[in-house]
């Protein structure tokens, strides 16, 4: 298979030269000149779009009132997810925050499964009543609703592995807007006596909610946050950036150095949620900017066809396929039964004798199932 090699270090961001990474406390960096063969081209694209279309897809749907709730889009952000996970194991723990369906992809779950999660079915990938924000799959710990709540069950994960012994390790996602939580800076405390071989990664999506960074942190270096852990910046809307940089990362905590940090610099196309039409803090140019300049998909298949390994047709042709698969899914996801109010109460254990559950009021009883 034809192979590429590419200098990640002078590409261009946003308009911008960029230094592609920064570090705090490293002697050394991820590697600046890496290959990338032509069949993990092909395999980042199709995931990629694949992720890009259920996105929009679930836009669609939230607005014909069809998915409800709350619902958090990754488009824009998803060569964070595709990267890491091209430098991590499946037998690697991931565990990230609401803004969940591309990690439940990535880790597993099939594009069915999820739209269908999202519009509360029975096929879903939580059976329907996890919703958005709440997915699961092996290794993979959703999906968790309360901000940065997510970062000290990370470092539970992997104080397990090192506990068991498996050389596995646990990867904890948040997001700028969770970076200057408490509970962040108790956990990394813990992680580093403990030298857990654990990842903490800061998504900077250069928003929380509607507040841009600068408004928000003191310190906007948010690799350097971990103070005493290493650390590492990065250009996440480059996927083999966030791939090499993983893939250090991985090695660090593998080779038993403790947690280490990354901060990935990406951008979200849509707003924070549903409610947030994501216009009133930032301009349609700076969106359409950063669309024009860095989008993840886009640099993927530009860099793919200048150095000649896919060409336009074949490139259409996933497109096509990956359309197919969101439309069917979608198909399903509106067809598809929901669950049954007898199964309100099922799965509160796992693998427990029946149980009766109290309901709204003292005298309703339910039953709940493993």
């Not at 593998?254 to 610099?265: F, N």
Request: proline share 3%; with cysteine.
């Amino acid at each position: 298979s034809r192979k590429m090699l590419t200098n990640i270090s002078t590409v261009l961001r946003a308009g911008a030269q960029r230094n592609k990474c920064d570090v705090h406390k490293l002697d050394e960096a991820p590697a600046t000149q890496v290959v990338m063969t032509r069949d993990e081209g092909l395999q980042y694209y199709r995931t990629m779009q694949t992720m890009r279309r259920m996105e929009l897809k679930a836009d669609q749907l939230y607005k014909q009132k069809i998915i409800r709730g709350f619902c958090h889009l990754y488009d824009g952000q998803e060569a964070c997810a595709v990267g890491i996970e091209a430098a991590i194991n499946l037998t690697d723990h991931l565990i990230t925050a609401y803004r969940a369906h591309g990690y439940t992809y990535t880790r597993g779950g099939t594009v069915k499964e999820i739209m269908a999660e999202l519009t509360g079915r029975k096929g879903g990938i939580a059976k329907g009543k996890g919703g958005s924000m709440h997915m699961y799959s092996k290794n993979f710990y959703g999906g968790n609703g309360i901000v940065g709540a997510q970062v000290p069950l990370g470092a539970g994960v992997a104080l397990a592995c090192k506990y068991m012994g498996t050389n596995e390790l646990c990867v904890s996602l948040y997001g700028d807007g969770a970076a200057n939580q408490g509970q962040i800076f108790e956990t990394y405390n813990m992680a580093a006596l403990w030298k857990l071989p654990a990842i903490f990664i800061c998504e900077n999506n250069r928003y929380g909610m509607g507040t841009s960074v600068e408004r928000a942190a003191a310190s906007t270096d948010y690799y350097k946050r971990g103070d005493f852990i290493p650390g590492l910046r990065v250009d996440g809307m480059d996927v083999l950036c966030v791939r090499e940089a993983t893939r250090f990362a991985a090695e660090h905590c593998r080779s038993g150095k403790g947690p280490i940090l990354m901060e990935l610099q990406t951008y979200r196309y849509h707003g924070h949620s549903m409610s947030d039409p994501g216009v009133s803090y930032r301009t349609r140019e700076e969106i359409q900017e950063v669309r024009g300049k860095s989008d993840p998909i886009s640099m993927l298949k530009d860099r793919m066809l200048s150095n000649n390994m896919a060409c336009v047709e074949e490139l259409k042709e996933i497109d096509v396929e990956v359309r197919k698969e969101i439309e069917d899914a979608a198909q399903f996801a509106t067809t598809d039964p929901e669950p049954q109010l007898e199964e309100l109460c099922n799965h509160i254990f796992y693998n427990n004798p029946p149980l009766e559950v109290r309901g709204t009021h003292p005298w309703s009883k339910l039953k709940s199932v493993s």
